[in-house]
């Protein structure tokens, strides 16, 4: 490994960990906006104050361009449902710094053009794959805590509540993430947004299926009239059954997904332990154009395979 490869990849894991360490918490980050709130000029104009404002990097031109970036809303909104204390500029740092170690790795290791650059890309897209992970673990929960908190719904209309208290109800009483999301939308409605927007809102902030049910049946039935009671028991039962279905196929798919997982990481992890216990000895491999044609091969036929898989399992949730 040559001298400048080794400083890029010591510079990079350095600039990395000082990053991750120097990351303030949430509680640190509110304390800071309550003392630069304090700080502030009394005469200056408060009109915006009691917006929510995204940062999506603390370095100010980075922040004013990625704002400009569509992309970047994107990805900020699934980092929001993620519930991940990153922001989009971190993200894109975390990315850029992987892909450049996985980068000078791979060309020290793989030094055939692009070829070198499959480590860095593999690893520039760790940060992607550790977000959607997190995000559908995070809305897959609140699917299943969605039928308990219509049943409370329910009862605390059945007591004699009103609808908007029974948001605050399912916000008191059920824990995260569904008890903070309802405890937004109720929010939203005590600083003065209508009812459809705080559902609306609430909606666009879990874009599960079983939501949009909900609340398309709410402000269908509270515009047009009718028991909102008896909707909201008949609600929380298709969607128990909706969950108990889905958890049904997820047994039934459980080892066609096993076996893509197994199909697709078993390649590279042989090539690394290859190369561990014996160094040189897939050379071949990339040194001849025989090897190379073999390996562009075997990238796509396990790209052709990835999605083949991918509509078995498919195909049989549907």
């Given at each position: 490994m040559s001298f400048t490869t080794i400083f890029v990849i010591l510079l990079a894991a350095v600039f990395a960990i000082i990053a991750y360490f120097s990351e303030p918490s949430d509680a640190e980050k509110r304390t800071r906006e309550r003392l630069a709130d304090l700080s502030m000029n009394i005469s200056q104009p408060y009109e915006n104050d009691i917006l929510r404002r995204t940062t999506y990097s603390r370095i100010a031109i980075v922040d004013?361009?990625?704002?400009?970036?569509?992309?970047?809303l994107t990805l900020e909104s699934q980092i929001e449902q993620a519930k991940l204390s990153w922001t989009v500029g971190r993200f894109c740092f975390y990315s850029l710094v992987l892909m450049i170690v996985g980068g000078a790795v791979g060309n020290w290791w793989v030094p055939v053009g692009i070829l070198g650059w499959v480590p860095g890309m593999l690893l520039g897209g760790l940060p992607l794959a550790w977000v959607v992970y997190k995000r559908s673990a995070r809305l897959r929960k609140l699917n299943l805590m969605l039928p308990e908190g219509v049943d409370l719904m329910a009862r605390a209309l059945r007591a004699g509540y009103s609808l908007p208290s029974s948001l605050v109800m399912v916000a008191d009483e059920m824990p995260d993430p569904l008890g903070p999301e309802f405890r937004r939308a109720s929010d939203?409605?005590?600083?003065?947004?209508?009812?459809?927007?705080a559902l609306g809102n609430l909606s666009r902030r879990i874009p599960i299926t079983d939501l949009n049910f909900l609340v398309t049946a709410i402000l269908v039935q509270k515009e047009t009239g009718g028991n909102l009671i008896e909707l909201f028991e008949k609600t929380a039962a298709v969607l128990r059954s909706r969950v108990q279905l889905e958890r049904k196929v997820r047994v039934y798919t459980a080892q066609g997904r096993m076996t893509g997982a197994v199909l697709v990481s078993m390649p590279f992890i042989l090539f690394v332990v290859l190369n561990l216990v014996r160094p040189g000895y897939t050379a071949p491999l990339f040194e001849s154009q025989t090897g190379r044609t073999v390996v562009y091969g075997a990238l796509c036929s396990?790209?052709?395979?990835?999605?083949?898989?991918?509509?078995?399992i498919n195909g049989i949730k549907v």
């Amino acid at each position: 490994m040559s001298f400048t490869t080794i400083f890029v990849i010591l510079l990079a894991a350095v600039f990395a960990i000082i990053a991750y360490f120097s990351e303030p918490s949430d509680a640190e980050k509110r304390t800071r906006e309550r003392l630069a709130d304090l700080s502030m000029n009394i005469s200056q104009p408060y009109e915006n104050d009691i917006l929510r404002r995204t940062t999506y990097s603390r370095i100010a031109i980075v922040d004013r361009i990625l704002r400009k970036n569509r992309l970047a809303l994107t990805l900020e909104s699934q980092i929001e449902q993620a519930k991940l204390s990153w922001t989009v500029g971190r993200f894109c740092f975390y990315s850029l710094v992987l892909m450049i170690v996985g980068g000078a790795v791979g060309n020290w290791w793989v030094p055939v053009g692009i070829l070198g650059w499959v480590p860095g890309m593999l690893l520039g897209g760790l940060p992607l794959a550790w977000v959607v992970y997190k995000r559908s673990a995070r809305l897959r929960k609140l699917n299943l805590m969605l039928p308990e908190g219509v049943d409370l719904m329910a009862r605390a209309l059945r007591a004699g509540y009103s609808l908007p208290s029974s948001l605050v109800m399912v916000a008191d009483e059920m824990p995260d993430p569904l008890g903070p999301e309802f405890r937004r939308a109720s929010d939203e409605l005590s600083f003065g947004l209508s009812f459809r927007e705080a559902l609306g809102n609430l909606s666009r902030r879990i874009p599960i299926t079983d939501l949009n049910f909900l609340v398309t049946a709410i402000l269908v039935q509270k515009e047009t009239g009718g028991n909102l009671i008896e909707l909201f028991e008949k609600t929380a039962a298709v969607l128990r059954s909706r969950v108990q279905l889905e958890r049904k196929v997820r047994v039934y798919t459980a080892q066609g997904r096993m076996t893509g997982a197994v199909l697709v990481s078993m390649p590279f992890i042989l090539f690394v332990v290859l190369n561990l216990v014996r160094p040189g000895y897939t050379a071949p491999l990339f040194e001849s154009q025989t090897g190379r044609t073999v390996v562009y091969g075997a990238l796509c036929s396990m790209a052709i395979g990835v999605l083949v898989i991918r509509r078995i399992i498919n195909g049989i949730k549907v």
